[in-house]
């Protein structure tokens, strides 16, 4: 009876443990859903390709009414709990937020550039994959999902030496802003990114071909 009521215990425990994992993994995916549907309304409204928008932040929200939180002044909405995602995307230094509920996505407020960013040079086009690249050498490093990390702060920077003064702890302001006999042959121009992730910062150097954490994060 013992090893009969032992192997039933046991079979419960497996049960709970898979019961679990497939509630992460349907959380995933529908975080994952919310972003893609999220980027695809964004494009829509701005007539842009949904491939420009990198996902900064996706968090689970509930909202009180149908209007997602994005009510306009007038507008009626149904008042009803209503759960979702807030999905922060950005896209050439601007953020842009959309509220995701099931099929419905809401564009909710006016860009807000990234802090530092407020003048962008031409090179910055290569600025959202190279963002990327970095959240997910970040999200790799800590073993979490690229999700689960994001852009605090972008900062327009001159490196001067091939390290993009990760050693050195050097780099100025862009070529454009610094005086004539600062800007070496070998200076290139690039950016300082201040990552996110479970509460800790993290900053990448790039020169919009390449990320590298400085300090290396173990």
């Known amino acids: 009876m013992k090893r009969v009521a032992a192997t039933a215990l046991l079979a419960m425990g497996l049960l709970h443990v898979a019961a679990a994992a497939n509630e992460t993994a349907d959380s995933s995916a529908a975080a994952q859903a919310a972003a893609e549907q999220a980027r695809a309304e964004a494009a829509r409204q701005l007539k842009v390709p949904a491939s420009e928008f990198t996902v900064v932040t996706i968090e689970p929200t509930q909202w009180s009414d149908s209007s997602l939180g994005c009510g306009k002044p007038g507008a009626r909405s149904a008042q009803v709990m209503t759960k979702g995602y807030t999905v922060v995307l950005e896209r050439q230094g601007r953020r842009h937020q959309v509220n995701v509920a099931g099929s419905h996505a809401v564009m909710c407020d006016s860009a807000t550039r990234i802090a530092g960013t407020t003048r962008l040079p031409t090179s910055a086009r290569g ?92």
């Open 127 to 218: 600025l959202d994959r190279v963002t990327m690249l970095a959240r997910q050498d970040l999200a790799h490093r800590l073993r979490l999902d690229v999700a689960q990390t994001g852009v605090a702060n972008v900062e327009p920077r001159r490196w001067t030496d091939d390290d993009m003064n990760c050693s050195s702890g050097g780099g100025g302001p862009p070529a454009s802003e610094a005086s004539p006999a600062g800007a070496g042959e070998s200076s290139s121009v690039g950016y300082r990114l201040e990552l996110t992730a479970s509460g800790r910062m993290y900053s990448y150097h790039t020169d919009l071909r390449s990320v590298r954490p400085c300090p290396p994060t173990q």
